[in-house]
Nanobody, 125 residues
């Protein structure tokens, strides 16, 4: 089992930047692809970014491409989401997720097996 704890969220002004961190525990971390999802009030949880187990495949939602960057540090069991040029519409509860399924698309909620509790990002205009 993989347990994850997100951090780094908070209040930021539009145009600013934050970096979210997700620290994972469990010996299988290196065998899992990692993703970030977000859920805004009144909306469904949506895909943000993902990185494959080997790091060779990286995906971004169209809404964040060019502004956000996902990365992972295997030694620290941590995945990051660098968020730049933030917009009010980026306001959401951000969750990290992990999946051991190599055949998954990494862009769908149902692809993931393990989820963190989330960290809130609020972008003020």
């Amino acid at each position: 089992q993989v347990h994850m704890v997100e951090s780094g969220g908070g209040l930021v002004q539009a145009g600013g930047s934050v970096r979210l961190s997700c620290v994972a525990s469990g010996r299988t971390f290196n065998s899992h692809a990692m993703g970030w999802f977000r859920q805004a009030l009144g909306k469904e949880r949506e895909f943000v970014a993902a990185v494959s187990v080997d790091g060779h495949r990286i995906y971004y939602a169209d809404s964040v491409k060019g502004r956000f960057a996902i990365s992972r540090d295997i030694a620290k069991n941590t995945v990051y989401l660098q968020m730049n040029i933030l917009k009010p519409e980026d306001t959401a509860l951000y969750h990290c997720a992990a999946t051991p399924y190599l055949s998954s698309s990494l862009t769908q909620r149902q692809d993931y097996l393990y989820w963190g509790q989330g960290t809130q990002v609020t972008v003020s205009p």
